[in-house]
């Protein structure tokens, strides 16, 4: 083997395999995080959805009744 070439060989010790640990459980703790965020904004989201559709039933009956009051009027004032 050659002086300037690397060896044919890779070193792994336990300290670069720890630290590596250390950084793969932050981004997962990260993430776990976010998850918890983005369920809480879904639930939000739903809550404000579902009063949103219980208060707007009542607008077609009014507006219903509306086009039949102006067309019995049409028709008595004919």
């Known amino acids: 083997m050659a ?3 690397p ?3 890779v070193v792994i010790d336990l300290r670069a395999i720890y630290d ?3 950084v793969l459980n ?8 976010k998850q918890d965020e983005h369920e809480r ?3 939000d989201h739903e809550a404000r959805l ?3 559709e219980k208060g707007r039933w009542p607008l077609p009956s009014v ?3 509306v086009s039949l009051a102006s067309l019995g009027l049409a028709v008595a004032t004919r």
């Open 41 to 43: 904004d879904n639930a």
């Open 63 to 65: 507006a219903l009744l």
């Open 7 to 9: 060896p044919p060989y």
């Open 20 to 22: 590596q640990l250390i």
């Open 26 to 33: 932050t981004k997962v703790e990260r993430l776990v995080s």
């Open 3 to 5: 002086l300037d070439q």
């Open 50 to 52: 579902r009063s949103l």
